[in-house]
């Protein structure tokens, strides 16, 4: 059965397939590099990178480009405030995004284009544009004339005239008609500028991701993804010019996640409640705010705190538990047993439920909850007084091929395990008052203070912090 995915365009799940049979051309929009990524901006690496590795689990060859946006407004109203070069704020929080998405289980992109470096491509595709009547200069400036694309406004299902209804043209523009869109900014005083047969400038925010989608995957791409804030005006404007260039469908399938809200509230600095991934994963495991985002389903909003990031690592760690248990018990494990037959089967079921879960829009929430259940099937087969080798591995390959797919680790998180060490120290400690080796007992918190650990000795016994 094919698999089933939420086309934004149609506002309808269809069959995916793939213009290529077994290949699939993906173009995700990535950040504007001009500080590092908040929570938000770390949905659409976590879903889309599921979406390819899922893809790639069913045996397609997927080829992802995910771009940078390394030059525009912010970026260079960045540079100003920090007396640095545009290049340099770009290159720094390149090296940050990677960090933290890293973190977060994402793998790179095939291909990461940048603006600035692809400035040949977007001017040839903007004259290209002009040439064919759809775009025009004005005083240095390029624009769209979004009236000569019939069809625009298909994605967002608005007409041209319900979109003209509060268009305006805001001072300094130069354009022939509100709808239309800047494809070339003419450079003002001080700012980064290419030269272009319109004068000196950079490009407008839309025109990059269609000229990086031509050049690394072609005219049309099967899947377009970003998160929801683009579908208008973003992805709207690349379709109109893509389409206007080639004549040809720009993407086949229109993917869009969810936004995230903190506490309820849409997340934002005037309320103060801005969160960014890089502070998240220095208190957090990464894997946890993985395993959240992937806890609701891609397309539907999430509410972040601490309380529910604190529930899913109690979650995923009772599934990691469950996988530790299994390899314990493994090597004591006989070859078979009356009941192998049973179980395996049982592992089956469990593994195609989590197909029909993933093949249902990529559906993470659900594919979770298949987790959940074999962690307790697992834990109920391990009460048996006699357990199979083949089972346990059996159990293994399936918890360890169903976490692959979601980019998420099976090995506790590195504190945790240290956690372990100490509470083991605690009680050699403890024990050794008891024994009243004080000896031993003072070596060991010396130990423990080496490892920022601090001891407190109440009256209900000793307790631990870091230090």
């Known amino acids: 059965m094919a698999i089933q995915l939420y086309n ?172 239309d869109f800047v494809l070339w900014k003419s450079a003002k005083e001080g700012e980064i500028k290419w030269d272009s047969p319109w004068g000196q400038g950079r490009p407008g925010w839309h025109i990059e991701c269609s000229a990086m989608a031509k050049k690394y995957l072609g005219d049309t791409i099967d899947i377009h993804a970003g998160g ?31 936004y995230i809200n903190i506490d309820n509230e849409k997340m934002s600095k005037s309320l103060g409640n801005f969160v960014l991934v890089h502070d998240i994963i220095k208190k957090h495991d990464p894997q946890v705010l993985r395993f959240f985002m992937l806890s609701v389903h891609y397309r539907n909003p999430i509410n972040y705190n601490d309380e529910l990031l604190e529930n899913t690592r109690v979650g995923l760690e009772r599934i990691r538990t469950s996988y530790e248990n299994l390899k314990h018990r493994k090597q004591a494990s006989a070859e078979l047993t009356d009941h192998n037959e049973e179980w395996l089967q049982k592992i089956s079921q469990h593994h195609e439920e989590f197909i029909t879960a993933m093949d249902d829009d990529f559906n993470t929430a659900n594919a979770i909850s298949v987790l959940f259940e074999l962690s307790k099937l697992a834990n109920y087969y391990l009460m048996e007084k006699n357990t199979s080798a083949a089972v346990i591995e059996a159990f293994l390959k399936e918890f360890e091929d169903l976490f692959s797919v979601l980019g998420l680790s099976l090995e506790k998180e590195q504190e945790e395990l240290l956690d372990e060490e100490i509470e083991q120290l605690l009680e050699q400690r403890i024990q050794a008052r008891k024994d009243r080796n004080f000896q031993l007992a003072d070596d060991i918190r010396d130990k423990l203070k080496e490892m920022n650990i601090i001891l407190e000795d109440t009256a209900q016994g000793t307790r631990w912090k870091r230090g």
């Open 228 to 258: 929801q804030d683009l579908s208008f005006p973003h992805h709207e404007n690349e379709i109109a010019q893509s389409e206007a260039l080639t004549g040809k469908t720009f993407a086949r399938y229109w993917m869009h996640n969810g």
């Open 8 to 179: 934004t365009m149609t506002r309808k799940k269809e069959p995916f397939i793939p213009l290529e049979e077994g290949k699939v051309k993906m173009y995700v929009c990535g950040p504007t590099v001009y500080n590092y990524i908040h929570i938000g901006n770390a949905r659409p690496p976590i879903v889309f990178d599921t979406v390819r590795n899922y893809l790639t689990y069913r045996g397609y060859d997927v080829h992802y480009v995910s771009n940078f946006t390394d030059v525009d407004d912010k970026l260079i109203r960045t540079a100003k405030e920090l007396g640095e070069e545009v290049p340099q704020i770009a290159e720094r929080f390149i090296d940050a995004y990677f960090e933290d998405v890293t973190a977060l289980g994402c793998k790179r992109a095939d291909v990461h284009p940048r603006v600035t470096e692809s400035m040949d491509i977007i001017i040839e595709f903007i004259q290209t544009l002009i040439d064919k009547g759809y775009a025009y200069e004005s005083e240095g400036d390029v624009y769209f004339h979004t009236r000569k694309f019939d069809g625009y406004g298909k994605l967002s299902h608005q007409s041209i005239d319900e979109l003209r209804v509060g268009a305006r043209i805001a001072i300094g523009e130069k354009k022939q008609d509100a709808l």
